[in-house]
C-alpha cells in the first residue's frame, strides 16, 4: 500500500514554534489532513488541504504543501503545552479510506 | 453537535466470544466510517457507510467482522469469534452530505481480547 511517514517525536520549548513533518508516495492523493490525538481520546481534526493548494492557514496552524516532493508540514506557532500530543499526518485519493502515518509525539515543555 | 458517539469506551472479552460496538454519528452526517488503530500506530480503515448502504470494505475486514447501518443512523461492528490480534481500538468516524472529506471522529471502543 501507500506509505505515509512521520518522525515519531519532537520536542519543542512553550512559546516556540513547532514544524512536524510529513511524507507520503500517492501522487494521485487529493485531499491531506492534520489531526490530533490526545491520550484515550479520539482524533481531532485540526486542519486539511487540497492537493492543488500550497498553503493553508488557520490561526496559529500553518500547513504546507509540497507536492513535487510529496512533503507536507504543519507548523504550529506560540506551542503551548496544551499542543502536547501525538499529529497524525494523512492522505486519501477516495476521501474515505484515509491513509495514517504512525504519528509524531510532540512534548511541549514550559 | 454533540460529536461522534461510541459505546462502550472499554470492551474486555476472553478468545472465541462475540462483542458488538455501536457507533451513533453526529446527526444528518451521511457517511459513517470504521476504523482500526493499534498501539503506536495510525488507524487503518475498515469500511465505509452512505446512509445505509456500506459501499467500500478493507481487505482488513475478514469474514468474522460484519458491520450494519440498519436505518442510515446508528451503526453496530461485531466482532464473531475474536482473537487476540483483534485487541486494538475502533475508531468511528462521520462526516456531512457532500463534504466526504472531512472525517469527525469518535473516542473510540478500546477491545482487549484475553
Known amino acids: 500500500g501507500e506509505d505515509v511517514e512521520q518522525s515519531l517525536f519532537l520536542s519543542v520549548r512553550e512559546g516556540d514554534s513547532s514544524v512536524i513533518n510529513c511524507t507520503y508516495t500517492?501522487?494521485?492523493?487529493?485531499?491531506l489532513y492534520w489531526y490530533k490525538q490526545e491520550p484515550g481520546a479520539g482524533l481531532q481534526l485540526l486542519t486539511y488541504?487540497?492537493?492543488?493548494?500550497d498553503m493553508k492557514q488557520d490561526q496559529r496552524l500553518t500547513v504546507l504543501l509540497n507536492k513535487k516532493d510529496k512533503h507536507l508540514s504543519l507548523r504550529i506557532a506560540d506551542t503551548q503545552t496544551g499542543d502536547s500530543a501525538i499529529y497524525f499526518c494523512?492522505?486519501?485519493?477516495?476521501?474515505?479510506?484515509?491513509?495514517f502515518g504512525k504519528g509524531t509525539s510532540l512534548l511541549v515543555t514550559p | 453537535d454533540t460529536g461522534v458517539s461510541q459505546d462502550p469506551r472499554h470492551k474486555i472479552t476472553k478468545r472465541g466470544q462475540n462483542v458488538t460496538f455501536r457507533c451513533d454519528p453526529i446527526?444528518?452526517?451521511?457517511?459513517l466510517y470504521w476504523y482500526r488503530q493499534t498501539l503506536g500506530q495510525g488507524p487503518e480503515f475498515l469500511t465505509y457507510?452512505?446512509?445505509?448502504?456500506?459501499?467500500?470494505k478493507s481487505r482488513l475486514l475478514s469474514d468474522r467482522f460484519s458491520a450494519e447501518r440498519p436505518k442510515g443512523s446508528f451503526s453496530t461492528l461485531e466482532i464473531q469469534r475474536t482473537e487476540q490480534g483483534d485487541s486494538a481500538m475502533y475508531l468511528c468516524?462521520?462526516?456531512?452530505?457532500?463534504?466526504?472529506?472531512?472525517?469527525?471522529f469518535g473516542s473510540g471502543t478500546q477491545l482487549s481480547v484475553l
Open positions: 494523512a492522505e486519501t485519493n477516495s476521501g474515505y479510506a484515509l491513509n
Open positions: 446527526s444528518e452526517h451521511n457517511r
Open positions: 500517492d501522487s494521485s492523493s487529493t485531499y
Open positions: 488541504i487540497f492537493s492543488n493548494m
Open positions: 457507510f452512505q446512509n445505509e448502504a456500506q459501499l467500500e
Open positions: 468516524a462521520s462526516s456531512p452530505q457532500g463534504q466526504g472529506e472531512k472525517l469527525f
